[in-house]
């Protein structure tokens, strides 16, 4: 089955609201309007940006969506500093980072919560982008696979396959996220074509040809191309390279 790449880019805590507006207009003029039919391009801004974000994309009608990098797993109340999915949503979000790896290390959310807030992104109409991925003391001992499907399962866990179909799943191993240290081309079609497997086993052959899994870990424009034409990689995640607007159009190019 044909799934179309998806290049979305994660900001993290860069870029201010203002910032935001002059980085998106930059993207849509590098990009040319021929290549959205071929890759869904979003960006994942602070949620400060997302209204500016909003404004600069509806104003032109940019085929560019967005998203936030986290969300509650509750819907609304008396949780301090915290934005629900309602709130994305109603900002005209379609995404939703889950699981980053930087939230699990530095906030320290384990696969319930990441669980919690996949729900939480599904019953708003969102799409979870769902990162999951092994740190480098896994890698070396030889349990990455098993380790990435068991984060997939808690993940998931309890959701309808309706549900898991809409879900975005993001192997992004934690040795390479921001360290310039990429995956190769076979390790990143390892894991992703065990993480389509394993929803095979748990929810049947159309979620499984459906759900779109990228890549994540220093995608820049001269490996997007070998990464994302691997066949169970339907796109990256991008950090870092994401920044740069027209960097990050010619790698959405490439992909
Ligand atoms: C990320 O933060 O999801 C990421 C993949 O970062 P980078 O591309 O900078 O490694």
């Given at each position: 089955m044909a799934r179309k790449p998806l290049i979305a880019g994660n900001w993290k805590m860069n870029l201010n609201h203002l910032e935001a507006i002059g980085v998106v207009q930059k993207l849509y003029f590098a990009l040319p309007t021929k290549y959205y039919d071929h890759v869904d391009v979003a960006v994942c801004p602070p949620f400060t940006d997302l209204r500016s974000v909003q404004t600069v994309t509806d104003a032109d009608s940019m085929p560019i969506s967005y998203g936030g990098q986290d969300l509650s797993p509750e819907d609304s109340g008396a949780f301090t500093g915290d934005v629900s999915g309602a709130m994305l949503a109603k900002l005209g979000c379609t995404w939703v980072v889950v699981g980053h790896s930087e939230r699990r290390t530095i906030h320290g959310e384990d696969d319930a919560l990441v669980n919690r807030k996949v729900g939480a992104a599904l019953r708003n109409r969102l799409t979870p982008i769902l990162c999951l991925g092994e740190g480098e003391d896994v890698r070396e001992s030889g349990g990455h696979v098993g380790h990435c499907t068991g984060q997939l399962d808690g993940a998931l866990a309890g959701l309808s396959s309706e549900d898991v179909a809409r879900v975005v799943v993001a192997y992004e191993p934690i040795w390479a996220i921001g360290t310039g240290k990429t995956?190769?081309?076979?390790?990143?079609?390892?894991?992703?074509?065990?993480l389509r497997e394993r929803l095979r086993e748990t929810h049947g052959d159309a979620v499984a040809d459906a759900v779109r899994i990228l890549y994540g870990g220093s995608v820049k424009s001269n490996n997007a191309k070998d990464l994302v034409g691997q066949p169970d990689v339907d796109g990256a995640l991008v950090g870092g390279a994401s920044l740069d607007p027209e960097g990050f159009a010619e790698l959405c190019a490439l992909a």
């Amino acid at each position: 089955m044909a799934r179309k790449p998806l290049i979305a880019g994660n900001w993290k805590m860069n870029l201010n609201h203002l910032e935001a507006i002059g980085v998106v207009q930059k993207l849509y003029f590098a990009l040319p309007t021929k290549y959205y039919d071929h890759v869904d391009v979003a960006v994942c801004p602070p949620f400060t940006d997302l209204r500016s974000v909003q404004t600069v994309t509806d104003a032109d009608s940019m085929p560019i969506s967005y998203g936030g990098q986290d969300l509650s797993p509750e819907d609304s109340g008396a949780f301090t500093g915290d934005v629900s999915g309602a709130m994305l949503a109603k900002l005209g979000c379609t995404w939703v980072v889950v699981g980053h790896s930087e939230r699990r290390t530095i906030h320290g959310e384990d696969d319930a919560l990441v669980n919690r807030k996949v729900g939480a992104a599904l019953r708003n109409r969102l799409t979870p982008i769902l990162c999951l991925g092994e740190g480098e003391d896994v890698r070396e001992s030889g349990g990455h696979v098993g380790h990435c499907t068991g984060q997939l399962d808690g993940a998931l866990a309890g959701l309808s396959s309706e549900d898991v179909a809409r879900v975005v799943v993001a192997y992004e191993p934690i040795w390479a996220i921001g360290t310039g240290k990429t995956a190769t081309t076979e390790d990143a079609q390892e894991v992703c074509h065990a993480l389509r497997e394993r929803l095979r086993e748990t929810h049947g052959d159309a979620v499984a040809d459906a759900v779109r899994i990228l890549y994540g870990g220093s995608v820049k424009s001269n490996n997007a191309k070998d990464l994302v034409g691997q066949p169970d990689v339907d796109g990256a995640l991008v950090g870092g390279a994401s920044l740069d607007p027209e960097g990050f159009a010619e790698l959405c190019a490439l992909a």
